[in-house]
């Protein structure tokens, strides 16, 4: 079958791969009818340790069950379902907390060894889905298979940033990078109840993308005025990190108020960050990591998606086929495109 | 100057009444730029033990500051401010935990003796509010006083239901009652993150100004086949009664599934409720009892309204002066209104 | 193999019944190293619809893997496990959020067909149990057994209480019924922070059981007048009806604050229950029934009694055979014992 | 007034001081009957910019009203009271959220200019306190006065690291120090139901002291194995660093399992901190600062105290007068005391 594997540092390419089977009871099969480029696969397209040449890619995908492992009662051949973009037991003592993350069993969908034993990716027309009654759920009548692919992986972060800083209605968010999980963390925090979620980005099209679905966007140099301004000069009540790094980190720590949380979902890869600790302690500050849980998540993220209370395909730019991903991975890494669909 | 009075039971009447006068050292007089009439001031007009003719009616104001107390230190003449509608000390053990309404110095205004001492309303040019630093807030730079009006009660009411229910995001909530409460409790709900309301009314034009703002709009006939249909059959995760009297919390307790919350923001006076205890044990159903806190959820909802994420005035279906309140009264026992702003 | 059964209204029976098998992959095969007698199960005693002759009783267990289907993969043959009381899939929407009790696959051993489909019980040396990665699990190293025992039930009713009744640090808690279930509702209480629990309950010798671990005991008559010392005559924070039944519910009723939440822990089989809906509404009360989910809350009750916190066996009064089951029935239904485990 | 001051880096002093009046509204005096010397005043003694000589140290007191300012309603001369260790106004946007060390009123007592416009402190016979009515709290009928000392500070701070940890009942918790503070983080988290506290220190009689009061002790270098035993090598859910610093943050650190918390109760002086960044997003983990709030939690506090639910005086190793203080410190300083009280 045709998928898209990493070639060499910078480039991805289209190959011919073996098809899936079914290796262990509760393995599925699934058909990829909708899969999708993540900001994240960018890492693996400039090259990571753990990342073998040949390694299938993708780990975003809604799709239909084509065969199912003599273990799995819950789903069957025909059902539609979403993936996460990691796999978990389901039954160990930090999946029955919802941790799936933590899960021994963990493997992340077309990113090699860097997160967990590797497990080829969705980027393909086929994949092969371990512990399927936890790792897919079944789409809801009505609910858009382009809206629901987001549930796996990008809505999933965005929606865990609020989670995890606490956002409460009424709160002012800001939000440190205009890209699909930033764009989904401003439609996330909408969600729950922000008064105000102020978007910051160097781009002005990411900011007008923000701005038309019901964020304040404002660029870096502006953003700590924006907040104030909201805020009568507080600063915000949750700051998100939607990048990685340090620089975004740090213009994160720069637009928290005092009791207030600063949340990452961006990737991390530096041995240590200088945090700013004199302050931290004498104005209590949270810093806290996430990475979304598209299993825990998914019953409450598919409501929302389903019953339209987020939308959000308004981030995709691009539907290609499959042939075009190695195209699209290469605008993507040129900030031309924020989201691109694989159809 | 002009006040509306309780006259006799069928009839409330405009009459001159003695200006207020600063009475404690704690105590502002506010010059009402809004009020309104309340549903709940419908119970005043048909007549209730505890209040007695000639008593100012009317507990929503929002206005000027005129003149303060001498203890008070964080508020001054001209502040614009809004009321809640009843007031509490701030200070004791109920007020330390935002439990307000079970302080000892509650009182409602405009309300006779039945919630506490009698305190004059505020459907007149003036009102006196005790404990003002507690009782009033100030607006946020922005804030629209129409807006602002509704957090003092109403959308204090509906916001509660919200938060009494625990409605998290995804949640499906129900709504008996398309008054203003109603109304509010399905923006609420939705401000907070809920997939789906369906609010329930008799009347038409309730269910259309629902479904107009966000909800989906059900006759009671139908609500339970249409939750079941946004629930797979299992009943809403909320219910709220936003009417008060058995019929409607019947109906509310018919809604609700299993493990689920029925909260009831509307006023209940008869002694007893024929509560399904056998069904609320076998389905751990929980049923809550809740009045809206516009001192506690006051900075909340101030900054929900001044950002545009709940715009309450959407129900407001006629703005009258003073004179005309007494017909206005009419209007909405005649269900002819919805929310009726004084002006 | 040997079981205790269903004979007739008033009496319980040793009987000889078949031993059980492997029916489903998911289910495994335990011999039952400590049993117990469950205030439940004299509903049985006593004749309920459902429970036909026969029946053979107990849904509490620790005990020793003996069979395991092919599906099983977290659980083997040797494994020491405890049972939840009932069933359930671990896979289903309910499921998922921990709801256990409201899932389609419920059934509770030992009870005919009163909560779901019927299936035998634990009240003997072997017992089949479905779903079985779900509704056992494995004894932390070091964890007692005749501790462990109460995880599937009696204990889990009273933590449950605690947390459905949101029991906080510093709160008065009030408990109605000192019987296994209530003395467990006590010490889960104290383990989460209340600051005082008042156990209420008739028999001199319960109450003392109660004083003996922590709580302050009071007769009925006198249970008001101990809260209002405790608590400035505020009542208390939560109470629990630990008993079921009118009477129990109206103490409790009797005794909340409030904005004071009420959980009932105990059993009701009447329609309806006469609730003080005047007094609810105008004091914000909450009235909340709960089962105890001795799946959703193991690991933390495993850690509890693993590491001490909560020692749930001060409550046996007699440890029996199984060919003393039915006189010790005999003794519960007088108030003989307050618990009695088979060993 | 006799009163201990700040001499000279290395040197506190007894010392003549003015009697202080009431210089504002809500000002009260009160006549100090318990104080305390705290490991914060260690940094007084060393020296600290923003603490001049000459200034009366200590923010831990308990006493009795002996005058009170025009405004202040809610106290009475003769009343028994404990003070928090700082001052708010409990009326801006900071306190109505319960966040009083945010509030633009926060002044700390005896320590200079470090938090806010210096603030004459408590070792001495009388203390001026701003803002008393939510700086003071009344104590309950029964509360000991030495043990509600501690709730303005140490046990405050104790209770708030459980409460920013999160921790829930049947965790696991490390608590890296055993000084006054990281003792009541044992206390505390015991009290709130953690299923077991390892308490981490150098000095064998703390861990000692730990021990005796339900703690499992451990020193830094076995620390990791004794987490690792209890919690099957995951590490604990959440750890406190009650010392402060860069190396026991460290500690803490390496204690805290996938997911979990680190919560700083410790005071932080560097700029920044070398926070491995790597590895809390691959793991998420949160660190979070606290400083303890004796205004909000108070009420909670003074009930658990009250009701002997915690104990904070078992970490008093000596009492002394006042004149015997400036000994205290250095004895203090060189770990030869846990807690010292003045009488």
Redesign the interface.
Known sequence: MRAVVFAEPGRVALADVPEPGIEA?RDAIVRVLVGAVCGTDLHALHGLPGIEPGTTLGHEFVGEVVATG??L??LRVGDRVVGSDFTA?G????C??G?H??CAERRFFGFGSV?GAPLPGAQAEFVRVPHA?TVLGRLPDGCPPEAAVFVGDNLASG?TAAE?GGV?????VAVVGGGAVGQMTSLAC???????VVLVDLLPERRALAARHGAIAAAPESSRDVVDE?T?G?GADVVVDAV?G?RP?ETACGLV???GTVV?V?????????????R????????????GDGIRLR??????V??G?IDPTVVVTARVGLDAVPAAYQRLAEHQEVKVLIL
């Open positions: 009871p003599a273990a009662t819950t037991c039954r160990c003592w930090w029955r907390r941790d993350w933590e997160f009654d929606y995890r409460a209605p009424g709160d002012t909408q969600a729950v109840g922000a008064a105000a909201l009568d507080r990685g340090a980190l108020r005092g009791r990452s961006g990737a991390h890869f530096d041995a240590t960050f200088p945090y700013p600790v004199a931290a302690f004498a104005e209590e500050l949270s810093l806290r990591f996430a990475i019953d409450r993220l598919l409501a929302l389903t019953n209370v």
